[in-house]
């Protein structure tokens, strides 16, 4: 099991940038393709983004490729989102996610507690 803690959500303005982190600890992080995912009021959690454990595959959902980036630090066990040109409709908490397969499965085995992203319009 790995332990996964998300930072950096916040309020931003429709068109602005924010970039989360997402530090995991308790196990060989190299082990781990990762993920994020997104839960908006009322929604269901869906897919965001994946990167396997040496950085170089990624995957995103229609919805945000093109916007957001994926990325990992394997030195520092964190694993990173950036999120450029927001809209309204990215507002949702947004987990990180942890599985030993690539691409990360809908239903990771390790979940972080979420943090908060809001986009203004």
């Known amino acids: 099991q790995v332990q996964l803690v998300e930072s950096g959500g916040g309020l931003v303005q429709a068109g602005g940038s924010l970039r989360l982190s997402c530090a995991a600890s308790?196990?060989?992080?190299?082990?781990?393709?990762m993920g994020w995912f997104r839960q908006a009021p009322g929604k269901e959690r869906e897919f965001v983004a994946t990167i396997n454990w040496s950085g170089g595959r990624t995957d995103y959902a229609a919805s945000v490729k093109g916007r957001f980036t994926i990325s990992r630090d394997n030195v520092k066990n964190t694993v990173y989102l950036q999120m450029n040109s927001l809209k309204p409709e990215d507002t949702a908490v947004y987990y990180c996610a942890a599985d030993t397969g690539y691409p990360i499965p809908s239903h990771p085995r390790d979940w972080g507690q979420g943090t908060q992203v809001t986009v203004s319009s």
């Open positions: 308790g196990r060989t992080f190299t082990s781990y393709a």
